[in-house]
């Protein structure tokens, strides 16, 4: 069964920690990615990955980071987490094919305190 | 251009009737507009999708109709049961775009 996975599920971290979140596919989808998703705000994208160590800035990557090393995982990784970065995260991965859609993750609901 | 505008933010429909979700976009080279559901606490799912070389496509009761001319396409929910109850996201993806633009979503509740 073709899926992503995303750990943890669900997560409490106090303002100022350091975060990672990770996510893994197992369908060899070259392209994968990191969203957002705030009442009335939809997804926003974080940050998109083309393949291993190729990634590039979506639309709110600033307060975030992530890495690639093998095209099976995706983390994302917050440096000193704030408050304003409570939301609930998706990853999502993609054949990159003209006409492919998207596999989402369960999400990790971060609250921040 | 690369926004989806996505209309309306929140339906609220009598079980049994039909709901209409309205998308409008902007890059003219879109060629691929998925439809995902998200249900509370879960992730979306892809319900539908059309390809630029059609103008309608049916999954049982659903119905999503492109109109390339006007950059525009919507999502139909026909007979709806309060199982459809959930948000909505249309989205539009060019050729050789590596992401797609999603829209902001229709909270839908279908009315008992």
């Known amino acids: 069964d073709m899926k992503v996975t995303q750990m943890p599920r669900y997560l409490i971290k106090r303002m100022g920690e350091n975060v990672l979140l990770e996510c893994g596919q197992d369908?060899?989808?070259?392209?994968m990615y990191w969203y957002r998703q705030d009442p009335g705000l939809g997804l926003q994208l974080i940050y998109i990955s083309y393949d291993v160590d190729s990634n590039s800035e979506g639309d709110i990557p600033k307060g975030y980071r992530v890495s690639r090393k093998k095209r099976e995982h995706f983390s994302l990784i917050l440096d000193s987490a704030k408050t304003n970065q409570t939301s609930v995260y998706f990853c999502?991965?993609?054949?990159?094919?003209?006409?492919?859609?998207?596999?989402f993750g369960s999400g990790t609901r971060l609250l921040v305190i | 251009g690369e926004q989806v505008e996505q209309l309306p933010s929140i339906l609220r429909v009598q079980e049994g009737s039909s709901a209409s979700i309205n998308c409008s976009y902007e890059d003219s080279a879109s060629n691929y507009f998925p439809w995902y559901k998200q249900e509370p606490g879960e992730n979306p799912k892809l319900i539908i999708d059309?390809?630029?070389?059609?103008e309608r496509k049916q999954i049982q009761e659903l119905i999503v109709l492109l109109d390339k001319k006007a950059k525009r396409f919507s999502l139909h929910i026909t007979d709806t049961q309060p199982g459809d109850s959930a948000m909505y996201f249309c989205?539009?993806?060019?050729?050789?775009?590596?992401?797609?633009?999603f829209g902001k979503g229709t909270h839908l509740h279908v009315l008992p």
């Open positions: 369908m060899s989808h070259e392209t």
């Open positions: 999502a991965s993609s054949s990159g094919s003209a006409n492919s859609d998207y596999t």
């Open positions: 059309i390809r630029s070389n059609m």
């Open positions: 989205a539009a993806r060019s050729t050789n775009a590596y992401k797609v633009i």
